[in-house]
């Protein structure tokens, strides 16, 4: 061997050892988020539930830490919005809910949690519910998703004679023309399955469910990020035939226990197959509540920025890594995902443009009790209607006016619901006493608060901070009212 060859070995061995000491050192983790539709704070045993039965995620909190305030956003899609981006719904301009065949959605220029972690040698799939766009170029497939199945958003966006406006086993209205959305479509990728009528609903939490555990038993060998957004428990209620008149709560805690069901499905999935000591599981719901759920402790529903519309029962989970059995009161929201993922995974966020979320893992480690969110803006569509800084939350807005029916709107009309509205969230989670005339100087600091932010993203109209959202030419959906599915996405022969 020449001398010049042998260095060149010589040099090669020492560049194989390099390699995986390099891979050791950045121990990728799996990510999977498991996100509820609509699911309320106390729908779930860990947080006080006691209608629904939910063992797996009585385990799951056992073994983990329950995240108690941790704010989503009022409705979907801008949840979903701030999930993906790690910003304010309104800075990447998806304030509010997206509809069959809108022209907007995510744009190509944000840099989604999906796409970050890819480029990080992730395998990632998502696995339900994505509402940030139904035309090809907002779909997941396209923002850092190798895998898509699921409906592309809600599961009430159809007609109403296909069942997506009634719950299980009511009548179905006779007029086959009635109104409503053009058909329900179910995606795998970029291709419709099937239009999705009403048996087909009580199949989705069992298909996502095989669709998920399929995925992981694929990419064991890892690293990988499932998001699994489920349809359920949005209406119209349909859950699943072995859990239909199983709970003690009628269809809506049928369908909150078949999603526990899907829950253990996923964990036992990660335990056979011996992922768990590296594997963070999060567990979510995008926005509050509905009536049909339960709230308590907190005020209001979705759509609201009260407490129940956007706080969130939340439980973090990875053995070793994140205490077990741990409850934490710390401010956290969806937007921190982005950044705690990210960051986990070995990456860096873009300092090329503004995030709003924070890394959580100093809380969730249980190394620090408080992140480093010091505020929370709550946004109602483009309106700032609240901000929180510390346990301190002060409503900006008149409250009750818009939504508001019988006892809440009559509530809101006292003299008391008019801002500054006042709350200590620790002293006074429900929100109902304003003791904003005893504090004057917290109510000057969190008004100073929100004239920053609106400075930034604008009062009414989007501000100079806002980016703009992706906008497509001729807009469709992908089946039309007549069930012709969109060229290009026909099931392929
Ligand atoms: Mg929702």
Redesign the pocket.
Known sequence: MTSRRFILALLLTALAQLVPLRAADVARPNFILISI??LAYADIEPFGSKLNRTPNLNRLAAEGMKLTSFY?AP??SP?RSSLMTGCYPKRVGIPNVLFPGNATGINAAEHTVAELLKARGYATACVG?W?LGDQPEFLPTRHGFDHYFGLPY?NDMGPAADGVKSNLGDPLPQNPKAKGQPPLPLLRNETVLQSVLAADQTTLVIRYTEEAVKFIRAKQDGPFFLYLPHSAV?FPLYPGKAFQGKSRNGLYGDWVEEMDWSVGQVMDALRELKLDAKTLVLFT???GGTARGVNTPLRGF?ASTWEGGMREPTIAWWPGKIPAGATSGAMASMMDVLPTFVKLAGGEVSGDRKIDGVDLWPVLSGQRQESSREVFYFFRGNFLEAVRSGPWKLHLVARGAAGAKGKQAKEAAAASEQPPILHNLDSDIGEAKNAAAANPEVVKRLQALAAKTEADLGTEQAGPGCRAPGRVENARPLIDSEGKVRAGFEPKL
Request: hydrophobic share 5%; aromatic share 0%; proline share 0%.
């Open positions: 539709d609509d989503g409705v979907c949840s519910k509402h809600s949005h719901s995008d926005n979705k």
